[in-house]
Structure formats: structure tokens, C-alpha cells
């Protein structure tokens, strides 16, 4: 009986978090500090022991929910997402006097949803995590209410993610109509008996669009960078990767297995996508003076690497698409989280130009957000190289040869603008610049050491993590 | 189990650049930071001559190989193997590192440790680079070396050192990227044909490709390795970073990161794909020559020292892919030589233009005149690095000049003679430049008084001289280690590409 729950426990332990930092925060005398992050701590190491547990055991609950390795796999990336993004808050909550309990809460909410949504196997319950997800972060981005930036930027977010939702329930509709059923399994057989129809074309284009506004790719990537821009640092970096996980998450398990037998009709419409997300990602990104703006568009264009992984489908792309969100993950929230320390109460400090001289200030930083900037531009040995290289090994195999060569020169354009900030750090002298901040949080130092060691682990010695991502997705395929 | 020699050639640097890491950066402790840095890679230069003694020199094969299992689950193993080919510029390598430290201790006062690491992690990729004989490791290695490189020219160069740094950078990744995707399209076929992804460079030998799918990825890897060489008409990220990097950096990529380009031709381009190889043959050659020309020529017109000098780079770089391009064994084992001498001569001659500019803090050459009279000593090591960089017979440039020029009259005596000028025009821009340096009435003041040769100095550039005479007396000591890998690699080219040429022309 109770085995019949197993599969949600992962995201049962980080729900039971949030609700007990709510509880914790409603409880709390005026003035008093609780340990709430630390409980959200708990509650991921929960997760994280839970989803270890389970490691193949394919535990499935209610139907709807299978905590298979491909599951297991995301809700670890999403556990690091969210122990780094626990620890990398604690600077801008104190700065900004945010109010701690609801912004825990909300992170351990949407980090639910995340799980959920990349545990699920039907096509509701992903709806269902999605706007779990979503809402908590529309609520995120615009925490900052007194902010204007923040609160355009989570009101544009919020539109647009409503209407991607709307595509994204229309397109489950019209799946339901033609198969009569929402879950996975079902769909996939008679998809595969019905062949593609121009309904179910349709269909599948809704669907497409869901993801593609929640990945953002282009063209539904216009979101994104003032999103990013807008949220506080460490939002931005939970949403970037947390998001895109499990936005990913879903979009494989649903694209690759449910769809799989329309293949040729999706790939069609998908590798031009691919493409161009690469491309304007990068190029644009060139064009940016905004390091957040900038690592948006970079963060577009890690989105249309991810996409070559999906369309090239083969064992390689699956596990390619695995083992690049958890690079991408630590990655990015290392970046946001140096951004986030720069920041001080009178002025963000986000563009290039601030980056001056980092390294006389202060090493340290300036040699973590190297490490970010060389991991994301995809030098060895760094993690960036090892997660690029299995793309683009997965694209070679699926034979879709020009688009791992736009991908390879786009990373080259994209080094460029990487580097621009490292120019900056150790090239440049320190203009009048602005009043440095004192020092480093211990936690959230530890959480950027931790991340920068990660990424070397996963570069250099990345065979066990890469037989984790492969054994994940012989589960589901 | 014996010693990992190979891998401790590379790891002894970066346990350098992370013991490093713990001296404070600070005024009193530079002279303990310069002593480990030096200490280290003296050591390694140390173990590169025991790597040499102890190296079969009657064997083709590769020595002292070194295999783990990396990521078993796509073929990669952490591979390293030395033979004939690349045991040279490892020594090579450890040589010239010390010697750049060492070179470098007036001129760089400006974070000497963050410095002393760069170079530490430079010479351990570059070591790494010769030594890998499994092509992701190679990958790896190749790319990594460009992050310590580039901010060697960033951060201690010249005026316009980041417009330099980051051309440098972009230009040869940009080259690079697509031969990653060569690499990734080899191990599949590799996988298509066995069953099993491999990047073991031993085992791709032996892979048949078709010739279609062999112009390709020769291409892919031609362009990466042309534009690290750099073959005309890619050049023109070179003279932008030797100018502007400091001269420790120009040393070190004149010495050895060029040779990376040539060695890549050698040791992968041309034995993977033959055929390839064979048809591409005469436009390399082609670009080499116009190199050779094109490069003594812009070089005569230099005002600027170090820039004459790394147009002089471009010219006798162009000999080498020349020599390789013969594809007999005369052209390419002098090609293998004249990479090794281009390393002493031309590393001598960044060093000697970095002595004289942290004297006088310029480097044109209209700036100086009659050095003669001031400083002899200098002078007579100038004169002597000058005349092996020309390739005067008895030094060591005569012998990779000579040998790659009879083995390109066998295959193209047009070829030969085009590139012979260019060896008169280097007599040319050198000489012109060393007489109107060193020779004539002292025309500044501030040249009156220039110091000799200190000790340390003497430190640097004694050991080059002596390997340059060395070298020109006593060829065939060197050599004798080159052959039977040059033969090996030429005898696989020739079976590679005989049936196979037969097949497409049916």
C-alpha cells in the first residue's frame, strides 16, 4: 500500500520543507532570525537520499507519476539547483530585506513542482507541476516589489508564461480528442497506429510551443532576457537552470517517447529552431553591455545546444540533454551568484563595465567567475567542454552535421562575449569604480567553491556522472 | 609497474602552479615565487633529458605508453605515448620553459605568481599536446592550452595586448572547433566499423574512410592546424600576439605552440587520412611557398624588432609544412628538424629583442645602432642566434633547411626553387637588421650606456648557443631518434593511400 507512494517522495520531502518555512516564518516573533534556509536544506537532502533510494527501483505512483532513473536524474540536477540557489540567496535577501520565509517557501514550491513535473508521465500532471512551477516563480521574479525593473520584469514574464500555458492546455486538449487519453503511454501507442495527421500536427504544434516559451528558444525567447535582468541575481540563476531543467525534463520525456513516432514531422520544424536559437543567442549576446542581458541570451543559446541534443534523439542526445542541464545548472548559478554579490543597495553593478579591475579587489571572485565564464564558453577541462562535446557527438551520430557546425562556430562567437568579462576582471584597470563590497558570505563562498570544484569534477573526471545520465535513460526509452 | 614518466611530466607543473598558490603575492616573497617556478621546470626539463636517455631510438613505435581507461563508455582513455616524432619538442618544451622564466625576471614585476602559474599550466598542456596519442586527450589538451596563453599576452603584454589576446583566442578556436567535430565524426565511423567508439590514435590508423568523407575531415583538421602553423593567408593573428605578448610569451609560442600546428599535420592530418593528404598536398605546399616569400618579404619592411622576427616565423614555418608536404622521408624528418631549430633559433632571438628592450623599453630597430662598440657580448650571441636563424651551414638551421629543400626537389623541384629564395631573403631581412642594430656609429644617446650581458642573461642565452652549434655539428645525434617514426608514419601513409587511390580512379 504505502509502496504506492514512494515515487512522489523526492518532492514530497521539499513540499514539507516549504510548508514548514511558511509555518517557521508565520510563527516568528518581529526580529527574530529563523533557520529557514537550513531547512530548506533538509528538505533536498531528503530528496536527495530518497531519489537515491529509489535509483533503479522504476517506482511509479497513482499512474501518473514514475520516479524512473530519468526522473531520479533531474530531481538530483534540480537538488543542486536548489541547495546552490539556498545558498547563494542569503546575500541579496539580507541586502534587500525580502521577506525570508516567503521567498524560501517559494523556491521549495517551485523546486516541487520542477520534481514533479519531471516525474510525470501524463500530460496534466505536467501541466499541473508546470504552473506549480511557474506561479512560484512569477511571484520570485517580482519579490522585489518596490522595484520597478523586477516588477516589469515578472509582470512580462507572468503574461507571457500565462499565454505559452494557454498553447501548452490547448494542445493537451486537442491530444486528448484524437487519443482519448493524457497519459504518455497511451498517447505514444496510438499515436504510432494513427500516424501523423494534420490534427495531430496541430497538436503536437501547441505542445511545441509550450516548451518552447518555458525553454525559451527562439522565437519564443523575447522573455527572457528582461526577465533576467529584472529578477534579483539569485532568482535569476534558480530560473535559468531550475526552469530549464525541468522544462527540459518534460519536454524529452514527452517529445522522445509520447511523440516519438512523429519524429520526422517535429524535427522538421525543430532543427530549424535549433538553428536559429543558436545563432541569435550568440550574436545577440555579442551586442549586449548587460552581463545579466548577456548571460540571458547566453542562456538562450545553452537552450538551442540542449535542443540539438533532443532532436538528434539518439542514446547519446538523451543522455547529452541530462548531463548538460546539470553542467549548465552549476554552471549559471555560480555565474548569477557572483553577479548577486556585486550587486549593493544603490546600483546593480550588472554591466560589463563594473567588472573592472575584479581581480585586484578581490581574486578569489574573479577566479570563480573565470571558471564560470571558461565552463560556459565550453573549454576543457572544464564541465562546459565535456557536456558540449556529448552534444555535439549525439548530433554527429543523428547525422545532423551542419547543425553541430553552427553549433561549434556559434560557441566560438560565444567565447567571445565570455571572455569580454574576463577582459574586464584582470585586463582592465578598476575605473572610479563603485564602493566594493566588504567580503564574501561564508555560505554563499562555499556554495561558488563548491560549484567551481563541481564543474572541474565533471570535466576532468566525468565518466561516473556521464554511466549515471546513460543508465537514466535506458529506463524510459 | 614502472614510473610514469609521461604523466609526471605533466603533473609536475601543475603540482608547481598549485604549491604556488599558496605563497602569498607579495613585494618580498617574488624572489621565492621566481626560485619555485624555476625549480620546477628546470625539473621538468631534467626529467625530459631522462625521458631521452632512456628512449629507444631504433624503435618506431611508441614508447613509455601510458593507458587508463577515461570515459569507457565512449572509447576515451587517458593515453600518452612518445616516439620519434614528438620526443624532441617535449624536450624541447622543458627546455625553453626555464629559459622563458628565467628571461622574464626584469621585465615581468607585475604579479609574478599569477604569471609563474600561467606559464607552469602552459607547459604542462604543451606537454600534454605532444604526448597524447588518443585524440580527445589531444583535444583537451589543445584547447586548454589557449586559457594560460591568452592571459600571458592579456595581462603582461604590450599596448594593445587585449586586442591581441583575444584574436589570438578566437582565431585559433575558431580553427579548432571543427576539427573537434572531425575527431567526433572519426571515432564514429570508428564505431560504425568495429562496434566500439575509439579515439586511440593507433587503432584510427587503421580505419579505412572513404575518400569523400577524407577530404572533409582533413580539412577540418588542415584548418585548425594551418592557422595555429600559421600557413598563409592565416597568419595574421601571429604577429599581433608576438608583438604584443611579453617575452616569455612570444618565446614560448614561437618555440613550441607553432610547432603544434606542424606537429598536428605530421602526427594526425596526413597519416588519418591519406588520400586526403595526398590530393591537398600541392596547395598546402602552394600556401607554404607563398608563406615563405610573403613572410620574408613584409618581414624586410618591419621597423619593429619583435614583429620582424614573427614575420620571419611565418617564412620558416612555410619550410616546414613544405617539408612535410614532400611526404619522403628527407623532406620530413629535416621538416621535424627545422621545427625543433626554429624553436632554439627564434625563441634566442625573442629573448635577445627582450633583453634590449628592458634596456632601452623600445624595440625599433631605428631606436638603436652601433651596439657594437657598447655591448660586445650581446652583440656576438646576436650574431651567432642571427646567423642560425638565416641557416648558415654549421649551425643549426643549415640542416632542417637543407634536408627539407632536397626532399621537396625529389617531389617538386618547382617547389624548391620557389623556396630557396627564400632562403636568400632571410639572409636579407636579418642581416640588414642585425647591421643596422649592432654596426655603425652609436646614433643615440641613450645607447651609450647600455649594460652588457649580465649574469643572468648570460643564464638564458648561453645554453641556446650552445644547442645551436650543437645542433649544426652534430645532426645526425639528433636525428637519429626522428627516422624510424618519420618512416613509420610515411610507410602508413603510402599504404594508406596506394590501394584506395586505385579503388576511386575504377
Same mark, same amino acid.
Given at each position: 500500500?504505502?509502496?504506492?507512494?514512494?515515487?512522489?517522495?523526492?518532492?514530497?520531502?521539499?513540499?514539507?520543507?516549504?510548508?514548514?518555512?511558511?509555518?517557521?516564518?508565520?510563527?516568528? +516573533?518581529?526580529?527574530?532570525?529563523?533557520?529557514?534556509?537550513?531547512?530548506?536544506?533538509?528538505?533536498?537532502?531528503?530528496?536527495?537520499?530518497?531519489?537515491?533510494?529509489?535509483?533503479?527501483?522504476?517506482?511509479?505512483?497513482?499512474?501518473?507519476?514514475?520516479?524512473?532513473?530519468?526522473?531520479?536524474?533531474?530531481?538530483?540536477?534540480?537538488?543542486?539547483?536548489?541547495?546552490?540557489?539556498?545558498?547563494?540567496?542569503?546575500?541579496?535577501?539580507?541586502?534587500?530585506?525580502?521577506?525570508?520565509?516567503?521567498?524560501?517557501?517559494?523556491?521549495?514550491?517551485?523546486?516541487?513542482?520542477?520534481?514533479?513535473?519531471? %516525474?510525470?508521465?501524463?500530460?496534466?500532471?505536467?501541466?499541473?507541476?508546470?504552473?506549480?512551477?511557474?506561479?512560484?516563480?512569477?511571484?520570485?521574479?517580482?519579490?522585489?516589489?518596490?522595484?520597478?525593473?523586477?516588477?516589469?520584469?515578472?509582470?512580462?514574464?507572468?503574461?507571457?508564461?500565462?499565454?505559452?500555458?494557454?498553447?501548452?492546455?490547448?494542445?493537451?486538449?486537442? +491530444?486528448?480528442?484524437?487519443?482519448?487519453?493524457?497519459?504518455? #503511454?497511451?498517447?505514444?501507442?496510438?499515436?504510432?497506429?494513427?500516424?501523423?495527421?494534420?490534427?495531430?500536427?496541430?497538436? +503536437?504544434?501547441?505542445?511545441?510551443?509550450?516548451?518552447?516559451?518555458?525553454?525559451?528558444?527562439?522565437?519564443?525567447?523575447?522573455?527572457?532576457?528582461?526577465?533576467?535582468?529584472?529578477?534579483?541575481?539569485?532568482?535569476?540563476?534558480?530560473?535559468?537552470?531550475?526552469?530549464?531543467?525541468?522544462?527540459?525534463?518534460?519536454?524529452?520525456?514527452?517529445?522522445?517517447?509520447?511523440?516519438?513516432?512523429?519524429?520526422? %514531422?517535429?524535427?522538421?520544424?525543430?532543427?530549424?529552431?535549433?538553428?536559429?536559437?543558436?545563432?541569435?543567442?550568440?550574436?545577440?549576446?555579442?551586442?549586449?553591455?548587460?552581463?545579466?542581458?548577456?548571460?540571458?541570451?547566453?542562456?538562450?543559446?545553452?537552450?538551442?545546444?540542449?535542443?540539438?541534443?533532443?532532436?538528434?534523439?539518439?542514446?547519446?542526445?538523451? $543522455?547529452?540533454?541530462?548531463?548538460?542541464?546539470?553542467?549548465?545548472?552549476?554552471?549559471?548559478?555560480?555565474?548569477?551568484?557572483?553577479?548577486?554579490?556585486?550587486?549593493?543597495?544603490?546600483?546593480?553593478?550588472?554591466?560589463?563595465?563594473?567588472?573592472?579591475?575584479?581581480?585586484?579587489?578581490?581574486?578569489?571572485?574573479?577566479?570563480?567567475?573565470?571558471?564560470?565564464?571558461?565552463?560556459? $564558453?565550453?573549454?576543457?577541462?572544464?564541465?562546459?567542454?565535456?557536456?558540449?562535446?556529448?552534444?555535439?557527438?549525439?548530433?554527429?551520430?543523428?547525422?545532423?552535421?551542419?547543425?553541430?557546425?553552427?553549433?561549434?562556430?556559434?560557441?566560438?562567437?560565444?567565447?567571445?562575449?565570455?571572455?569580454?568579462?574576463?577582459?574586464?576582471?584582470?585586463?582592465?584597470?578598476?575605473?572610479?569604480?563603485?564602493?566594493?563590497?566588504?567580503?564574501?558570505?561564508?555560505?554563499?563562498?562555499?556554495?561558488?567553491?563548491?560549484?567551481?570544484?563541481?564543474?572541474?569534477?565533471?570535466?576532468?573526471?566525468?565518466?561516473?556522472?556521464? #554511466?549515471?545520465?546513460?543508465?537514466?535513460?535506458?529506463?524510459?526509452? | 609497474?614502472?614510473?610514469?614518466?609521461?604523466?609526471?611530466?605533466?603533473?609536475?607543473?601543475?603540482?608547481?602552479?598549485?604549491?604556488?598558490?599558496?605563497?602569498?603575492?607579495?613585494?618580498?616573497?617574488?624572489? =621565492?615565487?621566481?626560485?619555485?617556478?624555476?625549480?620546477?621546470?628546470?625539473?621538468?626539463?631534467?626529467? =625530459?633529458?631522462?625521458?631521452?636517455?632512456?628512449?629507444?631510438?631504433?624503435?618506431?613505435?611508441?614508447?613509455?605508453?601510458? !593507458?587508463?581507461?577515461?570515459?569507457?563508455?565512449?572509447?576515451?582513455?587517458?593515453?600518452?605515448?612518445?616516439?620519434?616524432?614528438?620526443?624532441?619538442?617535449?624536450?624541447?618544451? *622543458?627546455?625553453?620553459?626555464?629559459?622563458?622564466?628565467?628571461?622574464?625576471?626584469?621585465?615581468?614585476?607585475?604579479?609574478?605568481?599569477?604569471?609563474?602559474?600561467?606559464?607552469?599550466?602552459?607547459?604542462?598542456?604543451?606537454?600534454?599536446?605532444?604526448?597524447?596519442?588518443?585524440?580527445?586527450?589531444?583535444?583537451?589538451?589543445?584547447?586548454?592550452?589557449?586559457?594560460?596563453?591568452?592571459?600571458?599576452?592579456?595581462?603582461?603584454?604590450?599596448?594593445?595586448?587585449?586586442?591581441?589576446?583575444?584574436?589570438?583566442?578566437?582565431?585559433?578556436?575558431?580553427?579548432?572547433?571543427?576539427?573537434?567535430?572531425?575527431?567526433?565524426?572519426?571515432?564514429?565511423?570508428?564505431?560504425? @566499423?568495429?562496434?566500439?567508439?575509439?579515439?586511440?590514435?593507433?587503432?584510427?590508423?587503421?580505419?579505412?574512410?572513404?575518400?569523400?568523407?577524407?577530404?572533409?575531415?582533413?580539412?577540418?583538421?588542415?584548418?585548425?592546424?594551418?592557422?595555429?602553423?600559421?600557413?598563409?593567408?592565416?597568419?595574421?593573428?601571429?604577429?599581433?600576439?608576438?608583438?604584443?605578448?611579453?617575452?616569455?610569451?612570444?618565446?614560448?609560442?614561437? *618555440?613550441?605552440?607553432?610547432?603544434?600546428?606542424?606537429?598536428?599535420?605530421?602526427?594526425?592530418?596526413?597519416?588519418?587520412?591519406?588520400? @586526403?593528404?595526398?590530393?591537398?598536398?600541392?596547395?598546402?605546399?602552394?600556401?607554404?611557398?607563398?608563406?615563405?616569400?610573403? *613572410?620574408?618579404?613584409?618581414?624586410?619592411?618591419?621597423?619593429?624588432?619583435?614583429?620582424?622576427?614573427?614575420?620571419?616565423?611565418?617564412?620558416?614555418?612555410?619550410?616546414?609544412?613544405?617539408?612535410?608536404?614532400?611526404?619522403?622521408?628527407?623532406?620530413?624528418?629535416?621538416?621535424?628538424?627545422?621545427?625543433?631549430?626554429?624553436?632554439?633559433?627564434?625563441?634566442?632571438?625573442?629573448?635577445?629583442?627582450?633583453?634590449?628592450?628592458?634596456?632601452?623599453?623600445?624595440?625599433?630597430?631605428?631606436?638603436?645602432?652601433?651596439?657594437?662598440?657598447?655591448?660586445?657580448?650581446?652583440?656576438?650571441?646576436?650574431?651567432?642566434?642571427?646567423?642560425?636563424?638565416?641557416?648558415?651551414?654549421?649551425?643549426?638551421?643549415?640542416?632542417?633547411?637543407?634536408?627539407?629543400?632536397?626532399?621537396?626537389?625529389?617531389?617538386?623541384?618547382?617547389?624548391?626553387?620557389?623556396?630557396? =629564395?627564400?632562403?636568400?631573403?632571410?639572409?636579407?631581412?636579418?642581416?640588414?637588421?642585425?647591421?643596422?642594430?649592432?654596426?655603425?656609429?652609436?646614433?643615440?644617446?641613450?645607447?651609450?650606456?647600455?649594460?652588457?650581458?649580465?649574469?643572468?642573461?648570460?643564464?638564458?642565452?648561453?645554453?641556446?648557443?650552445?644547442?645551436?652549434?650543437?645542433?649544426?655539428?652534430?645532426?645526425?645525434?639528433?636525428? !637519429?631518434?626522428?627516422?624510424?617514426?618519420?618512416?613509420?608514419?610515411?610507410?602508413?601513409?603510402?599504404?594508406?593511400?596506394?590501394?584506395?587511390?586505385?579503388?576511386?580512379?575504377?
Amino acid at each position: 500500500m504505502m509502496a504506492g507512494f514512494n515515487a512522489i517522495v523526492p518532492m514530497a520531502c521539499v513540499a514539507a520543507a516549504a510548508v514548514a518555512a511558511m509555518i517557521a516564518e508565520a510563527f516568528s +516573533v518581529p526580529g527574530e532570525r529563523m533557520p529557514i534556509a537550513p531547512l530548506g536544506g533538509i528538505g533536498l537532502t531528503g530528496a536527495a537520499l530518497a531519489s537515491a533510494a529509489l535509483w533503479n527501483h522504476n517506482a511509479s505512483s497513482f499512474g501518473v507519476v514514475s520516479a524512473d532513473n530519468f526522473a531520479l536524474f533531474v530531481t538530483g540536477v534540480l537538488v543542486v539547483v536548489g541547495l546552490l540557489s539556498l545558498a547563494l540567496s542569503g546575500p541579496t535577501i539580507d541586502r534587500e530585506h525580502l521577506p525570508r520565509g516567503e521567498y524560501y517557501a517559494l523556491m521549495l514550491f517551485a523546486l516541487a513542482g520542477m520534481m514533479l513535473m519531471a %516525474s510525470a508521465t501524463d500530460l496534466l500532471v505536467i501541466f499541473l507541476a508546470l504552473e506549480v512551477l511557474s506561479i512560484a516563480v512569477y511571484v520570485l521574479t517580482g519579490i522585489r516589489r518596490d522595484s520597478p525593473a523586477s516588477t516589469e520584469a515578472a509582470f512580462k514574464y507572468f503574461l507571457l508564461g500565462a499565454f505559452s500555458s494557454a498553447f501548452f492546455l490547448y494542445g493537451i486538449a486537442f +491530444v486528448y480528442g484524437l487519443t482519448g487519453s493524457t497519459r504518455l #503511454d497511451r498517447i505514444a501507442s496510438v499515436v504510432a497506429s494513427q500516424g501523423a495527421s494534420p490534427l495531430t500536427l496541430v497538436a +503536437v504544434g501547441l505542445l511545441l510551443v509550450g516548451f518552447a516559451f518555458k525553454v525559451s528558444v527562439v522565437p519564443f525567447h523575447m522573455w527572457t532576457p528582461d526577465a533576467y535582468q529584472g529578477a534579483p541575481p539569485a532568482v535569476t540563476g534558480f530560473m535559468s537552470t531550475g526552469v530549464k531543467a525541468a522544462a527540459f525534463a518534460a519536454f524529452v520525456r514527452v517529445f522522445l517517447s509520447a511523440l516519438q513516432p512523429l519524429h520526422a %514531422s517535429w524535427a522538421a520544424v525543430l532543427w530549424p529552431v535549433a538553428a536559429a536559437t543558436m545563432i541569435i543567442g550568440t550574436v545577440v549576446g555579442v551586442a549586449q553591455n548587460n552581463v545579466k542581458r548577456m548571460l540571458a541570451y547566453s542562456s538562450i543559446a545553452h537552450g538551442g545546444y540542449l535542443l540539438l541534443a533532443l532532436l538528434s534523439g539518439n542514446d547519446y542526445g538523451k $543522455g547529452a540533454v541530462l548531463f548538460y542541464l546539470l553542467t549548465y545548472a552549476v554552471t549559471n548559478l555560480g555565474a548569477f551568484g557572483v553577479i548577486g554579490l556585486l550587486e549593493d543597495a544603490e546600483r546593480p553593478n550588472d554591466t560589463v563595465a563594473d567588472y573592472a579591475g575584479l581581480w585586484h579587489d578581490h581574486p578569489a571572485l574573479a577566479a570563480v567567475m573565470t571558471v564560470f565564464m571558461l565552463s560556459l $564558453g565550453g573549454f576543457p577541462p572544464t564541465a562546459g567542454f565535456i557536456a558540449k562535446w556529448y552534444v555535439f557527438s549525439a548530433a554527429i551520430k543523428a547525422g545532423y552535421t551542419w547543425l553541430a557546425i553552427v553549433g561549434v562556430l556559434t560557441s566560438v562567437v560565444s567565447v567571445f562575449f565570455y571572455l569580454r568579462i574576463v577582459v574586464m576582471m584582470y585586463m582592465t584597470p578598476a575605473g572610479e569604480s563603485i564602493a566594493r563590497f566588504p567580503s564574501v558570505p561564508k555560505v554563499a563562498g562555499a556554495a561558488l567553491i563548491a560549484s567551481a570544484v563541481l564543474i572541474f569534477y565533471l570535466g576532468i573526471l566525468p565518466a561516473r556522472v556521464l #554511466d549515471w545520465a546513460a543508465a537514466s535513460i535506458g529506463t524510459i526509452f | 609497474m614502472h614510473f610514469p614518466i609521461l604523466s609526471s611530466l605533466i603533473a609536475v607543473p601543475i603540482v608547481g602552479a598549485i604549491l604556488l598558490l599558496f605563497v602569498r603575492d607579495e613585494e618580498h616573497s617574488e624572489k =621565492t615565487i621566481r626560485a619555485i617556478a624555476l625549480i620546477v621546470s628546470g625539473l621538468v626539463f631534467l626529467e =625530459t633529458l631522462l625521458l631521452w636517455s632512456r628512449f629507444d631510438a631504433s624503435s618506431a613505435e611508441f614508447q613509455f605508453v601510458e !593507458r587508463h581507461d577515461w570515459i569507457p563508455s565512449f572509447g576515451i582513455s587517458y593515453l600518452l605515448g612518445v616516439d620519434g616524432i614528438s620526443l624532441l619538442l617535449v624536450v624541447l618544451t *622543458g627546455f625553453l620553459t626555464p629559459l622563458a622564466l628565467l628571461g622574464s625576471w626584469e621585465s615581468v614585476h607585475k604579479r609574478v605568481k599569477a604569471f609563474s602559474i600561467c606559464i607552469l599550466l602552459l607547459e604542462s598542456a604543451m606537454i600534454g599536446v605532444f604526448l597524447s596519442i588518443d585524440l580527445f586527450l589531444f583535444y583537451v589538451f589543445w584547447d586548454a592550452m589557449l586559457v594560460p596563453m591568452y592571459f600571458l599576452i592579456g595581462i603582461w603584454g604590450y599596448e594593445r595586448r587585449i586586442y591581441a589576446a583575444v584574436k589570438f583566442l578566437l582565431y585559433t578556436m575558431a580553427g579548432s572547433v571543427l576539427m573537434l567535430l572531425a575527431i567526433l565524426g572519426l571515432a564514429y565511423l570508428q564505431s560504425v @566499423a568495429t562496434g566500439a567508439y575509439s579515439f586511440d590514435l593507433v587503432k584510427l590508423y587503421d580505419l579505412s574512410i572513404a575518400p569523400r568523407t577524407q577530404v572533409w575531415f582533413f580539412l577540418a583538421f588542415a584548418l585548425a592546424f594551418a592557422i595555429k602553423v600559421p600557413l598563409f593567408p592565416f597568419h595574421t593573428w601571429l604577429p599581433d600576439a608576438h608583438v604584443e605578448a611579453p617575452t616569455a610569451g612570444s618565446v614560448i609560442l614561437a *618555440g613550441v605552440l607553432l610547432k603544434m600546428g606542424t606537429y598536428g599535420l605530421v602526427r594526425f592530418a596526413l597519416p588519418l587520412f591519406p588520400v @586526403a593528404a595526398a590530393l591537398f598536398a600541392p596547395v598546402l605546399a602552394t600556401l607554404a611557398v607563398v608563406g615563405i616569400i610573403y *613572410g620574408a618579404l613584409v618581414a624586410m619592411v618591419q621597423p619593429d624588432m619583435k614583429k620582424l622576427v614573427a614575420y620571419s616565423s611565418v617564412s620558416h614555418l612555410g619550410f616546414v609544412v613544405l617539408g612535410i608536404t614532400a611526404m619522403n622521408m628527407q623532406g620530413v624528418q629535416g621538416a621535424v628538424y627545422q621545427m625543433l631549430s626554429h624553436g632554439i633559433s627564434t625563441g634566442g632571438l625573442f629573448l635577445i629583442v627582450g633583453m634590449l628592450s628592458d634596456r632601452r623599453h623600445t624595440r625599433l630597430i631605428a631606436e638603436y645602432g652601433g651596439l657594437k662598440k657598447v655591448t660586445p657580448r650581446l652583440v656576438a650571441v646576436f650574431l651567432i642566434v642571427t646567423l642560425a636563424s638565416i641557416g648558415l651551414p654549421g649551425l643549426n638551421g643549415f640542416v632542417g633547411e637543407f634536408l627539407i629543400l632536397l626532399g621537396v626537389f625529389r617531389w617538386n623541384p618547382r617547389m624548391a626553387a620557389f623556396a630557396a =629564395t627564400g632562403v636568400i631573403l632571410s639572409a636579407t631581412y636579418m642581416l640588414w637588421m642585425f647591421q643596422r642594430v649592432n654596426y655603425g656609429p652609436v646614433t643615440s644617446e641613450k645607447n651609450a650606456r647600455l649594460v652588457d650581458l649580465r649574469t643572468r642573461e648570460w643564464l638564458v642565452i648561453a645554453p641556446i648557443v650552445a644547442l645551436a652549434i650543437l645542433m649544426g655539428v652534430l645532426p645526425n645525434f639528433f636525428l !637519429r631518434p626522428i627516422g624510424p617514426a618519420v618512416q613509420r608514419m610515411l610507410s602508413h601513409v603510402e599504404q594508406g593511400s596506394a590501394p584506395q587511390r586505385i579503388e576511386a580512379e575504377r
